[in-house]
Nanobody, 122 residues
Framework: VQLQASGGGFVQAGGSLRLSCAVSGRTVSRDTMGWFRQAPGKEREFVAAIGYSGHNTRYADSVKGRFTISRDNAENTMYLQMDSLKPDDTAVYYC????????????????WGRGTQVTVSS
């Protein structure tokens, strides 16, 4: 199973980015998926998760109202729309997959992608 995150980049504060996570080697329609991030010198932290159908979601308080997680099971892909970005959002973003259909709390990944860098300037 491989998870490939993409869509990171450099953006000014207040801007937007859309991350994608394409999965190969497994059909994700029965999996919970989500995003973590890790900033320099900090521990990896949970960002958002989405249940197998896309109807159930969970967000970290720090991104609630600014980030939107979604998925397209037909394309085996997950997305993270990030709006109103802040310098504190600067981090490497990792996508992840939990083989349990609906386990948002806690979101406990079995597979991880490599990560994509997001840099937000002030």
């Amino acid at each position: 199973v491989q998870l490939q995150a993409s869509g990171g980049g450099f953006v000014q504060a207040g801007g937007s980015l859309r991350l994608s996570c394409a999965v190969s080697g497994r059909t994700v329609s029965r999996d919970t998926m989500g995003w973590f991030r890790q900033a320099p010198g900090k521990e990896r932290e949970f960002v958002a998760a989405i249940g197998y159908s896309g109807h159930n979601t969970r967000y970290a308080d720090s991104v609630k109202g600014r980030f939107t997680i979604s998925r397209d099971n037909a394309e085996n892909t997950m997305y993270l729309q990030m709006d109103s970005l802040k310098p504190d959002d600067t981090a490497v973003y990792y996508c992840a997959l939990d083989r349990v259909k609906l386990r948002l709390i806690p979101f406990t990944p079995d597979y991880w992608g490599r990560g994509t860098q997001v840099t937000v300037s002030s």
